[in-house]
């Protein structure tokens, strides 16, 4: 199974303040997703990171408001801009490789916003 | 549109099996997947099963999957207190390249 790490694990931030979150593989893998879980609630996708590309953005979800990168095929980030209390939530950032079925999940990010 | 429907809670005594229940709308699914969080925890992979089997079994997990009623459950054998946990079921669309999660099944096992 893979490994993946995800920077900070939490972390309280003031509203109109960005915030990025990092998520690390040990090995190579084709798809990369980020994922937000509000409290008490399921996990709602938010966008899938492409490698040299542009994120596929869900309903709701749009480019301005949570930036990704892709430099890599182990290496993602997340930026939550311009903040606000309605933000704070777990994010999670997922992984998966193309023709295999397992889809793996980090630890989370924890982020309140005041 | 998309959906996946799990009852929210499920209480058991330690020893007895559980059994958690899941249907889904989207009759494209690839794959099904079942996953635990514990708290303050991330998801944990538990099983999952291709949309073209009706069961799979490991260890004390066994998953079946009523593909015509859209239905999918999980049982867990011998249930013990460290199975508490929210269980939630899954499903991945669009050849894989999308997964639609429940709403999660808290599972309380009682001394």
């Known amino acids: 199974s893979a490994v993946i790490s995800q920077k900070p694990s939490r972390d309280i931030c003031q509203r109109g303040t960005s915030l990025t979150i990092q998520c690390q593989v040990d090995s190579q893998v084709t798809m990369m997703f980020w994922y937000r879980q509000q409290p008490g609630q399921s996990l709602t996708l938010i966008a899938t990171a492409n490698q040299g590309s542009e994120a596929t953005y869900e309903s709701g979800f749009v480019i301005d408001k949570f930036p990704i990168s892709r430099p890599n095929l182990t290496f993602s980030t997340l930026t939550v801009s311009n903040m606000s209390p309605e933000d704070s939530s777990i994010y999670l950032c997922s992984v998966a490789t193309s023709g295999r079925a397992e889809q793996y999940f980090g630890p989370g990010t924890r982020l309140t916003v005041t | ?111």
């Open chain 2, 1 to 111: 549109g998309e959906d996946v429907e799990q009852s929210l809670f499920l209480s058991v005594r330690e020893g007895d099996s559980s059994v958690i229940n899941c249907t889904y709308t989207d009759s494209s699914s690839t794959y099904l997947y079942w996953y635990k969080q514990e708290p303050g925890a991330g998801l944990q992979l538990l099983t999952y099963i291709f949309s073209n089997m009706d069961m799979k079994q490991d260890q004390r997990l066994t998953v079946l999957l009523n593909k015509k009623d859209k239905h999918l459950s999980l049982r867990i054998a011998d249930t013990q207190t460290g199975d508490s946990a929210i269980y939630f079921c899954a499903e991945s669309i669009n050849g894989g390249f999308k997964t639609i999660f429940g709403a999660g099944t808290r599972l309380f096992v009682k001394a």
